[in-house]
C-alpha cells in the first residue's frame, strides 16, 4: 500500500532486537504483535529500545473485523500466565497465538504502567485493526 520498500537494516526476532537500550525513537508495528506466544516479552523488548519521549506505535488487529471473530479472546491472564512460563501458547488456526479487542490491548498495557497517549478503534490503514500508541 506504500509504494516503494526500503532495504532491511535488521534481521531478528522482533521480541529479541539488537540494539542498545533507548536507541530509538519509536517503534512501528502492524499486525505484528498477535503472532508473538509471549506479547509481554516483545512489548517490553520495544519499550526497551525506545528514548524517552519515544514511541510505540501499534495496529492491532481486531478479532471482530478479520478472520479470529470466532476465535476466542486473550486474556491478561492468559498473556501474564505465558510470559511467567506457567502457561504455553499455541497459535491459532490463523497462525496468531492472541486475539484482541481494543479495550484488551488497553487492558495489558495499563497493566504494563505504560502511558497510552492515543487509541483509534479502527485504523485508518485497511480499517480491520485498532491503534494503540504508546510513549514513553
Not at 478479532?63 to 492468559?78: G, H, S, Y
Amino acid at each position: 500500500f506504500v509504494g516503494q520498500a526500503l532495504s532491511v537494516d535488521i534481521v531478528a526476532p522482533g521480541d529479541n532486537i539488537p540494539l542498545p537500550d533507548e536507541s530509538q525513537d519509536f517503534v512501528i508495528s502492524a499486525h505484528v504483535i498477535e503472532h508473538f506466544p509471549d506479547p509481554i516479552k516483545a512489548l517490553k523488548e520495544w519499550y526497551r529500545l525506545i528514548r524517552k519521549g519515544g514511541y510505540i506505535f501499534m495496529i492491532v488487529p481486531h478479532k471482530e473485523r478479520t478472520f479470529d471473530k470466532d476465535e476466542p479472546r486473550t486474556t491478561l491472564q492468559e498473556l501474564i500466565g505465558r510470559h511467567e512460563g506457567r502457561i504455553i501458547s499455541r497459535p491459532n488456526k490463523n497462525d496468531h497465538s492472541s486475539v484482541w479487542i481494543t479495550e484488551d490491548m488497553v487492558e495489558l498495557v495499563r497493566y504494563l504502567d505504560w502511558n497510552i497517549i492515543e487509541v483509534q478503534e479502527k485504523d485508518d490503514k485497511v480499517g480491520n485493526g485498532f491503534v494503540i500508541i504508546v510513549q514513553k
